[in-house]
């Protein structure tokens, strides 16, 4: 039978359905207690595979309005052409937005809380992306974070282990930078105690990581973007701190379990141009993912690590500098 209702079934006078209209209220709110965002989870709903996605952050900076040029357009092309079904785009402005709409790849419209540093420089947007991670993760999805200046050529959904809360790439450019060392410091003082030895690691890299759907990855993303937003601090510098700083007197830590991806498969822009380039043991290797984070001409060595392995342009790399100039430090 027909039943008079208000918008929250408050004025039916039947048991039954007030019951569901009060059950209803109760799981909106906790929804809205725990910060979940409906339009995110229907679209999660439709592209997640296996509870995983791959993101990326973009402004209409990195892509043009019409679609056809910028780096975004060249993460979206290696993206798909690496099969990866399971992506994309958190879009913070309205042009990248209708940009996303009219190429037919799937985006999250979201205006993210602007951090201490209002920028909106490539630190000042990279800041924003833990509060935006930390909406896949309350709805149980976990996150393959990327920047925009990176190539996807294999499906990097392949190549993760997902034995630890997170997965990140290394700054490090050899085993040993990358998967840590035991320093030894002199202290002459000392005597017959002179040599104490240290572990040292270079820094994970906050442009390319995994993070699980769990208690610890949330809890993490909301230590640094609360940190973030009480200071003006270089993220990846508060991601490495958190991810790998341990408990003492002075600081607690959320304890997140932390694995280094394999810096060949998932390589860094130094790596690459410094050691990869040349040596004949990789000519036939294609890494999974190459991040040009070294380098501030980044488009342009991104269109020529392009041209390098999905081209197949053997010399593509050749006319690059290692570093950011031929004759550094004096660029």
């Not at 592209?47 to 357009?73: P, Q, T, Y």
């Not at 020529?304 to 290692?322: C, F, I, N």
Request: glycine share 6%; proline share 4%; hydrophobic share 40%.
């Amino acid at each position: 039978p027909s039943c008079a209702v208000d918008s929250l079934g408050m004025g039916c006078r039947q048991p039954f359905r007030r019951g569901l209209a009060l059950l209803c209220l109760g799981l909106c709110w906790v929804e809205s207690a725990r910060g979940e965002d409906a339009e995110l989870k229907a679209l999660l709903e439709k592209v997640a595979i296996n509870k995983e996605v791959l993101a990326c952050v973009s402004n209409s900076a990195l892509i043009s309005e019409s679609g056809d040029h910028g780096m975004l357009r060249i993460w979206i092309d290696g993206v798909q052409r690496a099969g990866v079904k399971n992506y994309l785009v958190i879009a913070i402005d309205d042009q990248v937005a209708k940009t996303m709409e009219r190429l037919g790849v799937p985006y999250w419209r979201k205006d993210p809380q602007a951090t201490a540093d209002k920028a909106a420089s490539n630190h000042g947007i990279s800041a924003m992306k833990f509060q935006l991670i930390k909406q896949f993760l309350v709805l149980g999805y976990s996150v393959l974070l990327s920047d925009v200046d990176i190539l996807t050529l294999q499906d990097p959904f392949k190549h993760l282990h997902r034995d630890s809360d997170i997965e990140a790439l290394s700054d490090g450019f050899d085993e040993q930078t990358a998967y840590g060392w035991d320093d030894v410091f002199d202290d002459p003082k000392m005597g017959w105690s002179r040599w104490a030895h240290s572990f040292h690691v270079f820094s994970l890299n906050s442009g390319l990581f995994w993070t699980a759907a769990n208690e610890k990855g949330i809890a993490l993303m909301d230590q640094i973007t609360a940190r973030l937003n009480r200071e003006q601090a270089w993220d990846q510098a508060v991601f490495n701190e958190y991810v790998l700083k341990p408990s003492n007197p002075l600081y607690k830590s959320v304890q997140v379990t932390c694995r280094i991806m394999d810096l060949y498969l998932f390589m860094n822009s130094k790596t690459l141009f410094r050691t990869v380039r040349y040596e004949e043991k990789y000519a036939n290797f294609k890494p999974v993912m190459v991040h040009v984070n070294y380098h501030p001409d980044k488009f342009q060595r991104l269109q020529s690590v392009w041209a390098r392995y999905v081209e197949g342009d053997m010399h593509a790399l050749d006319k690059y500098p290692v570093g950011s100039c031929f004759n550094a430090p004096d660029c």
